[in-house]
């Protein structure tokens, strides 16, 4: 199965923006939908936005019109633009492959943390 690696900057100020990567192992053309989730302190996991093998994205309402999601099939990639972050988006943040149905593949990674403060 796909292995996916998440990577960004830990520490970001209120109103700044942030770019979260997430590298696989292998090709992610076939994969239905590759997706973001985070976990903030204290609550449950939560989807984030997700983007399906034509492109189109599934963006949680609590992020939307500040988050972007984008993969590059050609890279193996898969993004996270994050702009005019809040202290509310402080969480650690997993990349996820899904097949049809929101199935996951795989296992949870590590994640990368990102924290929102002055």
């Known amino acids: 199965q796909v292995q996916l690696v998440e990577s960004g900057v830990d520490l970001v100020q209120p109103g700044g923006s942030l770019r979260l990567s997430c590298a696989a192992s292998?090709?992610?053309?076939?994969?239905?939908?590759m997706a973001w989730y985070r976990r903030a302190p204290g609550k449950l996991r939560e989807l984030v936005a997700a983007?399906?093998?034509?492109?189109?994205?599934n963006i949680n309402d609590s992020v939307k019109g500040r988050f972007t999601i984008s993969r590059d099939n050609a890279k193996n990639m898969v993004y996270l633009q994050m702009n005019s972050l809040k202290p509310e988006d402080t969480a650690l943040y997993y990349c996820r492959a899904l097949e049809k149905g929101g199935i996951l593949l795989g296992d949870w990674g590590q994640g990368t943390q990102v924290t929102v403060s002055s």
């Open positions: 983007i399906n093998n034509e492109g189109t994205p």
């Open positions: 292998e090709s992610i053309f076939s994969i239905y939908a």
